[in-house]
């Protein structure tokens, strides 16, 4: 079981401010997390290949083929704002 003080800096080095009934509560829970991996450590895994996903996947985007785009007028129809067929934004940075 992780003390109060593991918890604590733990806590601090994420930088986060608990309050004393969530530094109990995460104890138990952060305990328990690492009881679990402790048992994983114990598993036998010589031979076995090794994984990015649990569960084969499958790309199902479509092929990416170039098409024909929008026309400039039909993609600016909506826009609040335009200059020289391109969307007119307000500046968010500074010259600087």
Known sequence: MLTRE???KVAHLARLELSEAEIDLYRGQLSQVLDYVARLEELDVVGVAPTAHAVALTN???ADEPRPSLPPEVALANAAHTAEQQFL???VL???
Do not use: K, N, T
């Open 6 to 8: 593991e918890v604590q």
């Open 60 to 62: 199902v985007l479509r």
């Open 89 to 91: 934004i307000q500046r």
């Open 94 to 96: 500074d010259d600087a």
